[in-house]
């Protein structure tokens, strides 16, 4: 990740612009002769991903950093798209992990904003997403976008602060910043089967490598094993 502070293709931070943008109709479609700019489409790379940490001291807060070309002024053009969106919360125990993270992922895809239209599937990591040529004649940027996930993130009460990294540089450097986010994705698909299959048979699981290594995962195992042999008990 170090090294795309050199893409010749431009290294840029700026704090959060937090002015409204309008929001779209219901469903806010974007047809392909109304868009100015396609983002991880996917025949070029995409990687999309969500992390949080209780540590405020790795977040820094309100900061967008962007690498690559922003969409205004990028007029007809399909470029790749990396996105990670950073947050520092508190108040995460193992019993509330798995839906807290059920509510930032579903924030995440909460942003309804006028001549912008995503689509996502967060298990392979990826976002596709178009901008209308009247949203970038309006002023619309990556940083406004940013800046809403941010916004909407921020009115979950346990959530801290936020930060976001937008990579549209090239297929190489998305495919960095997917290398980065395929850790925290099997992190959190290792709480998820813990939490929704209340499945604990560590020699059949996937995710022996990931949970083996995290405290707070084997934390969490023992808290769920611990209430179904309750719930077992008590019927």
């Known amino acids: 990740m170090e090294g ?23 469903g806010n479609i974007v047809l392909q002769c109304d868009t100015a700019v396609e983002l991880g489409n996917p025949r070029d790379e995409s990687a999309s991903f969500l992390v949080w940490t209780g540590d405020a001291d790795l977040v820094r807060d309100g900061m967008i950093t962007r ?11 399909r470029l790749p798209l990396g996105k990670a969106v950073i947050l520092h919360v508190e108040g995460f125990t193992e019993e509330n992990c798995y839906e807290r993270h059920r509510e930032i992922e579903l ?8 001549g912008y ?36 993130h921020r009115r979950l009460d346990y959530v801290r602060g936020a930060e976001i990294l937008i990579v549209t540089s090239s297929p190489d450097d998305v495919r960095s910043l997917q290398h980065v986010g395929e850790r925290a994705v099997r992190l959190i698909g290792a709480m998820n089967k813990m939490a929704r299959e209340l499945s604990f048979d560590c020699g ?20 769920l094993r611990g209430k179904e042999k309750a719930l077992y008990e008590r019927n």
């Open 4 to 26: 795309m502070r050199t893409s010749p293709h431009g290294f840029v931070e700026s704090a959060a612009d937090h002015r409204p943008w309008p929001a779209g109709e219901k």
């Open 67 to 77: 690498i690559g070309p922003d969409a205004a002024g990028s007029d007809g053009a």
């Open 107 to 114: 924030a995440r895809y909460d942003v309804n904003l006028k």
């Open 117 to 152: 239209m995503m689509r996502a599937v967060s298990q392979y990591m990826r976002e596709w997403s178009r901008i209308s040529r009247q949203a970038i004649a309006d002023g619309f940027s990556l940083d406004v976008l940013a800046s809403a996930l941010m916004d909407r």
């Open 204 to 223: 059949t699981c996937d995710f022996t490598d990931v949970c083996g290594e995290v405290s707070e995962l084997r934390s969490m195992r023992d808290t």
